[in-house]
């Protein structure tokens, strides 16, 4: 019996220390945290906690109403942001802090869990539960998002870099083969009403002068692709830069957290079995 407890506690102890370190890392990098408990505003930001929307040219505090609510004890831990239709509302958040965004070397991670049918739930046309904007589109624009037509509906990852290198003969996005689109496409991606999805995506090292940009598309702690290969300068006023939350997608997202660099591998799996979510960090 002695020795049975001295094997386990050999395989343990270790594995205790490396959820402890994967832990400490993820504590680090963390610039942003809403968990959508109480309230549509962040708990955790090295930037504005405030969480805002577009009215007209303004931006103001978002409220709830029949498009968007706050889901009391409905979420992945606690509560969770609700769409409950289409609308205009996407809540987003704001500040140097949050994303760090630079035009010398920008790496970035954003974690979200997200529920819904993606076929049965979504209105048609594209969804964005996830943006990463600035300024103007045709300098850049990154984004999680189901497409429009096919069924089922394809889940994809895109970074899109200034609009010369992605697209120089100005065709729409869905005009250019799949294959020449800076992106990570998903066919049968495991989403359902039943379950909540964990979903990361990196960038890493865009903007940098001589490096190899790359952007990673993690599901439920698993790499499921890399967009590589592309030039990813971006041209964002830096001022301008924003998450956003909500375009066009309806369901539940909980949460969201943003790191200052790309995650790796084992700290998306980490960051994937947390008992508390990322609350747990701080």
């Known amino acids: 019996m002695k020795m049975l407890r001295l094997l386990l506690l050999s395989t343990l102890l270790p594995l205790c220390a490396a959820r402890a370190q994967a832990a400490e890392a993820l504590k680090q990098a963390l610039t942003f945290h809403a968990s959508f408990d109480t309230g549509f505003d962040a708990d955790f930001s090295k930037g504005s ?3 805002v929307t577009k009215r007209g040219k303004e931006l103001v505090p978002v409220s ?3 498009e968007v609510r706050i889901a009391p ?4 831990f606690g509560g969770a942001l609700h769409f409950l239709k289409k609308g205009a509302t996407r809540p987003q958040f704001a500040g140097a802090g949050i994303l760090g965004y630079n035009n010398q070397s920008w790496s970035v991670s954003v974690s979200a ?3 819904l049918t993606p076929d049965e739930d979504l209105e048609p046309g594209y969804c964005d539960p996830v943006q990463i904007i600035g300024d103007d589109t045709k300098k850049g624009f990154i984004f999680l998002e189901w497409s429009k037509d096919e069924t089922p ?3 994809r990852y895109a970074v899109r870099p200034l ?6 003969d100005n065709l729409q996005w869905d005009q250019i083969p799949a294959e020449k689109r800076p ?3 998903l066919a049968n991606a495991p989403f359902s009403r039943e379950r909540w999805t964990h979903v990361v995506f990196t960038l890493d090292k865009a903007n940098e002068k001589g490096a190899k940009p790359a952007g990673v598309l993690h599901m439920d702690g698993e790499r499921k692709g890399v967009i590589e290969g592309w030039d990813l300068t971006l041209g964002w006023d830096p001022a301008q830069v924003a998450l956003v939350c909500g375009a066009a997608y309806v369901g539940h997202l909980d949460d969201l957290a943003v790191f200052n660099r790309a995650l790796g591998d084992d700290e998306v799996k980490a960051l994937f079995n947390l008992d508390e979510g990322v609350r747990s960090l701080y």
């Open 73 to 76: 004890n409905a979420g992945r």
């Open 113 to 115: 869990w997200l529920r």
């Open 183 to 185: 992106m990570v496409q």
């Open 49 to 51: 906690k405030t969480c």
């Open 153 to 155: 509906r394809f889940f």
């Open 64 to 66: 709830a109403g029949d």
């Open 163 to 168: 609009h010369e290198i992605w697209n120089p």
